[in-house]
């Protein structure tokens, strides 16, 4: 092996040993203040933005979150997410095909200002993360702490990793997903509070019976998505459907929770003392949401220009440099990331 191909493998392991050891500490690499001095107007072109469209379409916010949560869940949140074409992840009829576009071409918006402004050095990645946080507080949210230095992939995520959780899977299934990912039974309870608000659509509405929905909801339900068309849409909290607060767990305890996934985490012995916890403080679950938000926003993060890129355009992806990619094949690196 050429003398340089062997650095550029013993600083990709170094990457990897980084990324693999995060647990809640922050990621080398990332700060605060990354791009205090490459761009100083950045969170305020974000604010203005959020702002902007939120007072439009509440609905970004709900939008916003997901799109992150998608992105973060499948390979790190590398805006992976964001790709448009063939083989990305974006497909029609797929968990994507109900990502709302509002959300996406706000981030597509903030990209493009902010890029006038300071030129290619903010990723799509950060600004996903720094959109999702104003976005979130303005819904009533908590603002959770982010650090910035994100790079965006090369790549939509490969097949395997593209497996979101299921609505039709309880608790016991998304345990072991989120386990696999660093995330805890815990993170598991306080990030499923994200259904505090936003929407779902008729056709992942699980059949009348799949848990024991609160009768007079579950008729509700039946009527509205008897004929369920691609846009007939139903409120995944039904107390307080817009509002980021903790009457989704209260939901939870009135067996009013719109998915299995949902429902399961008041009655799993695993989940269900946090989630009876939120439900009468919610004090308790914003501080818990802030800091599994901050975990989930740190998983898998590039931050290797070996491995990672600033995209021109957040829908289209650039290729890794010719020597490391070669030598990342050889090593398979790229396979297990
Ligand atoms: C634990 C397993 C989870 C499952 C099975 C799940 C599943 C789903 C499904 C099926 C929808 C409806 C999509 C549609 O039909 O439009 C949805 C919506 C949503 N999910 Fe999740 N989700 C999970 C966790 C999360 C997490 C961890 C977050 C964020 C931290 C999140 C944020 C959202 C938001 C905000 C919406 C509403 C989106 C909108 O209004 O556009 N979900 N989820
Ligand atoms: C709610 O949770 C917060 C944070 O954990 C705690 O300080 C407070 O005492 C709790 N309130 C009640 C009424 O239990
Ligand atoms: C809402 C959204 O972004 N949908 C996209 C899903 O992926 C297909 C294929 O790339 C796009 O055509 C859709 O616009």
Request: net charge neutral; aromatic share 6%.
């Amino acid at each position: 092996m050429a003398p340089r191909a062997a650095a550029a493998v013993a600083v990709v392991a170094l990457v990897c040993a980084v990324q693999s050891s995060l647990s809640g500490a922050a990621v080398p690499g990332l700060s605060p203040g990354f791009y205090k001095t490459t761009c100083p107007g950045l969170e305020q072109i974000v604010n203005a933005q959020v702002t902007a469209t939120f007072n439009k379409d509440q609905g970004v916010a709900p939008a916003l979150l997901r799109v992150l949560f998608h992105d973060c869940f499948t390979q790190g949140c590398d805006a992976s997410v964001l790709i448009k074409g063939r083989g990305t992840e974006q497909i029609p009829g797929g968990a994507n095909g109900t990502l709302r576009r509002v959300a996406l071409d706000l981030i597509d918006r903030i990209h493009r200002e902010a890029q006038a402004a300071c030129g290619r050095v903010v990723s799509c990645a950060d600004v996903t993360v720094l959109a999702t946080r104003d976005a979130l507080f303005k819904a009533g949210g908590p603002r959770f702490n982010v650090d910035l230095g994100r790079l965006d992939s090369f790549a939509p995520a490969p097949d395997r990793v593209k497996d979101l959780p299921s609505p039709f899977d309880g608790a016991d299934r998304h345990i072991e997903a989120f386990k696999a990912r660093k995330l805890s039974a815990d993170d598991l309870v306080s990030l499923s509070g994200a259904h505090t608000f936003g929407v779902a659509h008729c056709g992942v509405i699980p059949p009348r019976g799949t848990h024991s929905m609160d009768p007079q909801l579950a008729k509700q339900l039946q009527e509205k998505c008897t004929k369920p068309t691609a846009t007939t849409t139903q409120d995944l909290d039904v107390l307080t459907p817009h509002v980021f607060d903790n009457k989704y767990y209260v939901g939870l305890t009135q067996k009013k929770g719109m998915f299995l996934s949902d429902q399961s985490l008041i009655d799993h012995p695993l989940t269900k003392n946090l989630a009876l916890a939120f439900s009468k403080n919610q004090t308790a679950f914003f501080i818990e949401f802030g800091k599994s938000m901050t975990k989930m926003t740190e998983m898998g993060v590039i931050t290797s220009k070996l491995q990672g890129e600033v995209r021109a355009d957040c829908t289209v992806a650039g290729k890794p440099p010719r020597i490391e990619a070669a030598t990342a094949a050889d090593q398979g690196f790229t396979a297990d990331m």
